[in-house]
């Protein structure tokens, strides 16, 4: 009986652990990735570039709503009248070609009976003179779309510049956890040759544990270390705005290779390639036009107006149909010192945005030598540190050799691991604050996209 439930059993448990091996999801396969492809990645999936984007557009409708004000007019609008006014009941059968000389005998023309009358109105108006306000309108339009793209452009450098970082915090993160496997290693070698010695009796247990509590401490920097690479991965999906469940590995490298830079060279190719400064110069240049459109209310205004009217009594007929030409000359004698108003705060606000353009291109020179001196900065200490780095390698063999001849404590040897592990640590963080602070430089003089 046993048997048999155990031939049943057998067969079922292996069918259920293959079913719910089989439902779980595929592991996903590693993709490789360059800093050329995450910026790409980045322009077509950042939710911060698709909204500047969407503001792009809206920029656009500038130019459009201005272009606009040249073109005609044209309006329909339905009127329901009803009056007992007598001359307007004269008017109004007269329109709706009612109008009969034995209806109007038969009427009090004093007071007449009320009437009803729909009008189906349609009328064209065509601006010919409106004192400068469509050229103007249309400039300051057109110089605000300008700015738009200008301000999409500066966006994509922003995301470039930004992705560019991540990649790097991701390269550093993981050659800071294969220095500290190396790191680890080593100590765990020593610690090994510590034992060998105390086992033998030829060091106290007191360096023995000195030499494991050494291996422990690299051990838990070697954890954080992992775990800073598995942050910094995710920080550059965020900043790329791709599904954290993405595998990636990242195939660029990068080499210490210092370029000489001339500041005057750098300071003229900022202000002449930057975005958003030639956005803020575009709508210094849309400032200047407004003034221009509110001063239009000095002058006068011609229109053409069209009209074709339709009158009945019920609503929906058009019987009674006619036409109206009319050229129109507008000018404002009096209108409270709107106008007056309008035209001071637009000339304010041209001053504003003036003196905010000096005060950016002044900030753009400050933020180009910032970045050639931290980039200058770098290279000065990451050659320092290289130079640290050789000499804590040498002295860490220098001690390993002594150590074997006995004549170096084991402190000291473990004193050196730690030099060593600082070392590289300190050449790792300096090559990469040199390459970080390459690509500022190149994003403050706006070349990094």
């Known amino acids: 009986m046993q048997s048999r439930i155990k031939n049943f059993l057998f067969p079922v448990i292996a069918c259920f652990l293959f079913v719910n091996a089989s439902a779980e999801p595929p592991i996903p396969a590693v993709q490789s990735l360059t800093l050329k492809k995450a910026i790409a990645i980045a322009f077509e999936h950042s939710p911060y570039l698709q909204a500047v984007k969407s503001e792009r557009d809206a920029g656009q409708t500038y130019r459009e709503e201005a272009k606009g004000y040249r073109l005609p007019q044209v309006d329909l609008n339905e009127i329901y009248i009803r009056t007992n006014s007598p001359a307007d009941v004269f008017g109004l059968q007269l329109n709706q070609e009612k109008f009969s000389l034995a209806d109007f005998s038969m009427t009090d023309a004093n007071h007449p009976s009320p009437i009803n009358d729909y009008v189906t109105q349609l009328q064209i108006s065509q601006p010919v003179y409106m004192g400068?306000?469509?050229?103007?309108?249309?400039?300051?339009?057109?110089?605000?779309?300008a700015a738009s793209d200008k301000k999409l452009n500066r966006a994509r450098q922003d995301v470039a510049f930004q992705t560019a970082k991540a990649y790097l915090n991701v390269l550093l993160a993981q050659r800071y956890v294969k220095l500290m496997d190396s790191v680890?290693?080593?100590?765990?070698?020593?610690?090994?040759?510590?034992?060998?010695?105390?086992?033998?009796?030829?060091?106290?247990?007191?360096?023995?544990?000195?030499?494991?509590?050494?291996?422990?401490?690299?051990?838990?920097?070697?954890?954080?270390?992992?775990?800073?690479?598995?942050?910094?991965?995710?920080?550059?999906?965020?900043?790329?705005?791709?599904?954290?469940?993405?595998?990636?590995?990242?195939?660029?490298?990068?080499?210490?290779?210092?370029?000489s830079h001339d500041l005057n060279k750098l300071?003229?190719?900022?202000?002449?390639?930057?975005?958003?400064?030639e956005e803020m110069q575009l709508k210094v240049g849309a400032a200047k036009e407004k003034i221009g459109m509110e001063e239009s209310g000095y002058k006068p205004k011609v229109f053409l107006v069209g009209q074709l009217n339709y009158n009945d009594s019920s609503f929906g007929n058009f019987n009674g149909d006619s036409f109206k030409l009319m050229a129109v000359a507008k000018f404002n004698l009096f209108n409270g010192k709107r106008t007056h108003a309008k035209v001071r705060r637009a000339k304010s606000l041209y001053r504003s945005y003036k003196n905010f353009l000096s005060q950016m291109e002044n900030g753009i020179r400050l933020q180009i030598k910032q970045a050639l001196f931290r980039l200058q900065e770098a290279e000065q200490r990451y050659k320092v540190a290289l130079l640290s780095s050789k000499q804590a390698r040498e002295n860490v063999k220098l001690r390993e050799e002594r150590y074997k001849k006995g004549v170096e404590k084991t402190t000291d040897l473990l004193d050196a691991d730690t030099a060593l592990q600082q070392a590289e640590t300190n050449r790792l963080h300096a090559l990469f604050d040199w390459l970080k602070a390459k690509e500022n430089l190149k994003y403050m003089i706006g070349q990094n996209q």
């Open 184 to 259: 680890v290693a080593t100590v765990q070698k020593h610690v090994d040759s510590a034992q060998a010695y105390f086992d033998t009796g030829f060091i106290m247990e007191a360096d023995l544990l000195q030499a494991k509590v050494a291996l422990g401490q690299m051990k838990q920097l070697q954890i954080t270390a992992k775990n800073n690479a598995r942050l910094a991965l995710a920080y550059l999906d965020n900043v790329m705005g791709v599904d954290q469940s993405i595998r990636y590995e990242l195939t660029d490298t990068f080499t210490f290779q210092p370029v």
């Open 267 to 277: 300071l003229e190719t900022g202000l002449k390639n930057r975005p958003d400064l």
């Open 132 to 145: 400068g306000k469509i050229k103007h309108g249309i400039r300051a339009g057109e110089k605000m779309a």
